[in-house]
């Protein structure tokens, strides 16, 4: 008894500092706030609308998440990833050998295509026609066929993905390019096309397809007599067709992890359709 009376202020203290952390000086104070889960993914701007349409569907599926998409190109997401500034990233490529040390997730294929607007009569353009017109050894619409109007040849900014397939495909240089106008995201090169009778670009097959479908003036040439469109990036036999991946500096874990894979899963296929991407066979 004399042990107990001994220990009975300090059982008080504590019982004190219980109800104080269980409760609080004013009444409610939980013992641990619930924190959210935040992801922030950035980069490509061609799967940004994509994925911001998955982050709601998750949002949405997940209570007390939230996920932050921003747009910048696909370098952007990786060098953000690598710098910790972001937990994924967005690359419409695949990794480079300089890049293996990344950990990468494929949710989705597209392929790029040339655009033209709809008032241009060409039909189809030679893989040498599109290189001597983006280097500048054609410069007039007439010399393939068309009406006799200079050529307005828009290019993509460099850090963009679409820049890296489009060089590496006609096996051209950044420099050898005479560009009139340079554009950053898919958006903003068929706004510039539809907006220019005489310009030519190269973009998003899938962003083309859907931005076509709901009346903007552009149409997309086939390439080596293969029509661009979703079916045939579906079927693999466009020539210039790329993985839509999501990086992260090493294996995924915990709400990244879950994430990734519900934007790899059969709940977001329909999401991936409505983009007019290819989505992958699970």
Same mark, same amino acid.
């Given at each position: 008894?004399a042990?107990?009376?001994?220990?009975?202020?300090?059982?008080?203290?504590?019982?004190?500092?219980?109800?104080l952390?269980?409760?609080?000086p004013?009444?409610?104070?939980?013992?641990? +706030?619930?924190q959210?889960?935040?992801?922030?993914? #950035?980069?490509?701007?061609?799967?940004?609308p994509?994925?911001?349409?998955?982050?709601k569907?998750?949002?949405?599926?997940?209570?007390?998440?939230?996920?932050?998409?921003?747009?910048?190109?696909?370098?952007?997401?990786?060098?953000?990833?690598?710098?910790?500034?972001?937990?994924?990233?967005?690359?419409?490529?695949?990794?480079?050998?300089?890049?293996?040390?990344?950990?990468?997730?494929? &949710?989705?294929?597209d392929?790029?295509?040339m655009?033209?607007?709809t008032?241009?009569?060409?039909?189809?353009?030679?893989?040498? +026609?599109? &290189?001597?017109?983006?280097?500048g050894r054609?410069?007039?619409?007439?010399?393939?066929?068309?009406?006799?109007?200079?050529?307005?040849?828009?290019?993509?900014? +460099?850090?963009?993905?679409?820049?890296?397939?489009?060089?590496?495909?006609?096996?051209?240089?950044n420099?050898?390019?005479?560009?009139?106008?340079?554009?950053?995201?898919?958006?903003?090169g068929?706004?510039?096309?539809?907006?220019?009778?005489?310009?030519?670009?190269?973009?998003?097959?899938?962003?083309?397809?859907?931005?076509?479908?709901?009346?903007?003036?552009?149409?997309?040439l086939?390439?080596?007599?293969?029509?661009?469109?979703?079916?045939? &990036?579906?079927?693999g #036999?466009?020539?210039?067709?790329?993985p839509?991946?999501?990086?992260?500096?090493?294996?995924?874990?915990?709400?990244?992890?879950?994430?990734?894979?519900?934007?790899?899963?059969?709940?977001?296929h329909?999401?991936i359709?409505?983009?007019?991407?290819v989505p992958?066979?699970?």
């Amino acid at each position: 008894m004399a042990a107990l009376t001994f220990l009975r202020p300090f059982l008080s203290l504590s019982l004190l500092v219980g109800f104080l952390c269980l409760f609080g000086p004013f009444g409610v104070w939980p013992l641990a +706030q619930a924190q959210e889960g935040n992801l922030v993914i #950035t980069g490509s701007s061609t799967m940004a609308p994509l994925l911001l349409e998955i982050g709601k569907r998750f949002e949405t599926r997940h209570p007390g998440t939230r996920i932050d998409v921003q747009t910048g190109g696909s370098s952007r997401g990786i060098a953000d990833v690598v710098n910790g500034l972001a937990d994924i990233g967005m690359a419409s490529r695949t990794l480079n050998p300089q890049e293996k040390h990344l950990h990468g997730a494929v &949710v989705a294929r597209d392929g790029i295509g040339m655009i033209l607007h709809t008032s241009n009569p060409i039909q189809e353009l030679t893989n040498p +026609q599109i &290189v001597d017109i983006y280097t500048g050894r054609i410069r007039n619409w007439q010399q393939v066929g068309g009406h006799d109007a200079p050529i307005t040849v828009v290019n993509k900014a +460099q850090g963009r993905s679409t820049l890296e397939l489009f060089v590496q495909y006609f096996k051209l240089s950044n420099r050898d390019i005479q560009a009139h106008v340079v554009i950053g995201d898919n958006e903003q090169g068929i706004k510039t096309v539809a907006g220019n009778p005489n310009a030519i670009g190269y973009v998003s097959i899938g962003t083309a397809q859907y931005d076509a479908s709901h009346g903007i003036p552009i149409h997309l040439l086939p390439l080596q007599h293969i029509p661009a469109s979703v079916e045939t &990036v579906r079927a693999g #036999t466009f020539p210039l067709s790329r993985p839509l991946t999501l990086i992260t500096k090493s294996s995924p874990t915990g709400l990244t992890k879950t994430f990734i894979h519900f934007a790899q899963s059969p709940e977001v296929h329909d999401l991936i359709l409505q983009q007019y991407f290819v989505p992958l066979q699970n």
